[in-house]
């Protein structure tokens, strides 16, 4: 996809690359991806932010559990465990930027699943480079 064609999404989770050390592979992107993977038909249906559906109890756990194997099939964090506490949990620096940044976190309610299909396939292709 050429950047112009890239949705807001899509723009924040390239921005966020570019700024990780690992790029695709980094922590805030990974984060997104698995959020995307697991709850983008939940965040729609439920109405949910992206900054909301993290830190769900319920959807924040299953999440969890999808970056955790996402971050160890690329084999660039050391310690995914840690890494998602930073992003999410207790330092919260992705739910920091999200709220910062309403109207990214704000278009996550309106994702489709094959919206999130078609931007899950598209990083996973950079994650692969």
């Given amino acids: 996809m050429e950047p112009q064609e890239l949705d807001l999404i ?3 989770i390239d921005e966020l690359a570019k700024k990780a050390y690992y790029g695709y592979a ?3 992107p990974l984060a997104i991806l698995a ?8 965040m729609r249906t439920n109405n949910l932010t992206l900054s909301q559906t993290l830190t769900s109890p319920l959807l924040g ?3 969890k559990r999808n970056y955790i194997q996402l971050a160890q099939k690329t084999g660039k964090l ?12 207790s330092k919260k620096e992705l739910i920091d930027i999200l709220h910062k940044r309403k109207s990214i976190d704000e278009a996550f309610k309106t994702i489709t699943k094959e919206r999130a ?5 598209y990083h996973y292709t950079k994650l692969a480079q």
């Fill in 10 to 12: 899509e723009r924040f």
């Fill in 26 to 28: 980094g922590e805030k």
């Fill in 35 to 42: 959020a995307l993977e697991t709850a983008a038909d939940k």
């Fill in 61 to 63: 756990n299953e999440i």
């Fill in 78 to 89: 050391q310690n995914p465990e840690s890494s998602w506490n930073n992003v999410v949990a």
């Fill in 117 to 121: 299909a078609k931007i899950i396939k």
